[in-house]
């Protein structure tokens, strides 16, 4: 059995990882840091391991490594959990954006260091990282989120580069308007705005997304590192 650690896994496109990895045999860990009732729920639904951790703190990070070393090295890593914000660029305080990378990038820094000896101790692994298609076109409104999310792919494309001869595949999926929690605020006007915007007319999965990151972990895509994958419905080309 193959062990898999989501990241942000109580909600929206994580927890649709959490389900779809677990109904193909994976063992999977679900990190939560604030959202415990919705991970509680998941585990009683897919028999998945909660650890509760802030991705954030280099601490935290090192515990629930130790936490999932009692039951096996990690061979599949998605890095999924991040934060999103709207605001004027001129409203952007310094905390912020330091509170948008400490959790969009650099918790993916700390939890992707702590995996990785377990990898390139085997030689192999599958590291799944999740971006934004704001990270590829950016987004008015949302500079620190499009920024942090920006930096996922060049972090994506420059690991994969570097991790490539230890048989270790690198990939970003940087999602569009998918129908999340996240997007929740959202009023219908600008719902209707996004999907008159979207070739495809509607907005995306979470359980289409999920889909994706299962297929980027399995065997079928071990030709496959340093790609950004944007599940988008056609929204950018």
Sequence with gaps: MKNVLITGGSRGIGAACVEEF???GYRVFLNYNKSGEAAEALRERTGCVMI???????????????????YGKIDVLVNNAGIAEQKLFS??????????FNINMKGM????KAVLP???YKKSGKIIN?????GISGASCEVHYSASKAAVIGFTKALAKELGLSGINVNCIAPGVIDTDMNSH??????KELCD????????????????ALYLASKDADFITGQIISPNGGLII
């Design 91 to 100: 409203d952007i305080t310094e905390d912020d954006w330091d509170r948008m």
């Design 22 to 24: 677990s109904k193909n």
């Design 197 to 212: 915007e979207t070739p495809l007319s509607r907005f995306g999965t979470a359980r289409e997304t999920a889909r994706l």
């Design 118 to 120: 377990d990898m390139i």
């Design 52 to 70: 509760k951790a802030d991705i954030s703190n280099s601490a935290d990070v090192s515990r629930m490594i130790e936490k999932i070393h009692e």
């Design 186 to 191: 959202l009023d219908d006007e600008t719902r």
């Design 109 to 112: 820094f700390l939890v992707t």
């Design 130 to 134: 999740f971006s934004s298609v704001w």
